[in-house]
T-cell receptor, first 110, second 115 residues
Framework: GEDVEQSLFLSVREGDSSVINCTYT??????LYWYKQEPGAGLQLLTY?????DMKQDQRLTVLLNKKDKHLSLRIADTQTGDSAIYFC??????????FGKGNQVVVIP | DAGVIQSPRHEVTEMGQEVTLRCKPI?????LFWYRQTMMRGLELLIY????????DSGMPEDRFSAKMPNASFSTLKIQPSEPRDSAVYFC?????????????FGSGTQLSVL
């Protein structure tokens, strides 16, 4: 089955870059996702990457995918206070369900 | 579109009472998912529907939990009887399966507290 692992907490100063990491187990995953959850809200899709890609850039977000190591990362450039949230990575399994990690809390210090 | 709409936003009830959570998916989406979020377990998929048909309910914790989707625009998750360990945030999400990238759109959740 799918198992998505994430570290729990990251603090970063405003303006610095932040990197969140994730490992997954299902090598047949076709899409991998990053979701953001702000306090009291549902998860919001940030970006996704197709499994045949190594990198995807979307404004301040850069997603890196290492299929060999089953490692996914999200880099946020010029981190802002509005980036404080919990970030979830997710993999799409063979039956089209998404398996989510436990999330990584990012706290941006002004 | 207003997005996925869940109600109520907050529910406080006593142990043993019946709880019904409601969800309206995004119009045109053909798949609907119920998740439960707790600090200990993170996000757990409880059940998902495709074209109003339950596809996988293996995540439903016990027979006390049931879900229905009578039509494409409405779903309910019912807990009867409720227990304190059911306290969590329950999210509904919808998706347009078949688009390829299967993006999930989440509602704002229902915060359930069972006393």
């Amino acid at each position: 089955g799918e198992d998505v692992e994430q570290s729990l907490f990251l603090s970063v100063r405003e303006g610095d870059s932040s990197v969140i990491n994730c490992t997954y187990t299902d090598s047949s995953s076709t899409y991998l996702y990053w979701y953001k959850q702000e306090p009291g809200a549902g998860l919001q899709l940030l970006t996704y990457i197709f499994s045949n890609m190594d990198m995807k850039q979307d404004q301040r977000l850069t997603v890196l995918l290492n299929k060999k190591d089953k490692h996914l990362s999200l880099r946020i450039a010029d981190t802002q206070t509005g980036d404080s949230a919990i970030y979830f990575c997710a993999e799409r399994s063979w039956d089209n369900r998404l398996a989510f990690g436990k999330g990584n809390q990012v706290v941006v210090i002004p | 579109d207003a997005g996925v709409i869940q109600s109520p936003r907050h529910e406080v009830t006593e142990m043993g009472q019946e709880v019904t959570l409601r969800c309206k998916p995004i119009s045109g989406h053909n798949s609907l998912f119920w998740y439960r979020q707790t600090m200990m377990r993170g996000l757990e998929l409880l059940i998902y529907f495709n074209n109003n048909v339950p596809i996988d309910d293996s995540g439903m914790p016990e027979d006390r939990f049931s879900a229905k989707m009578p039509n494409a625009s409405f779903s309910t998750l019912k807990i009867q009887p409720s227990e304190p360990r059911d306290s969590a945030v329950y999210f509904c999400a919808s998706s347009a399966l078949g688009e390829g990238n299967e993006k999930l759109f989440f509602g704002s959740g229902t915060q359930l507290s069972v006393l």
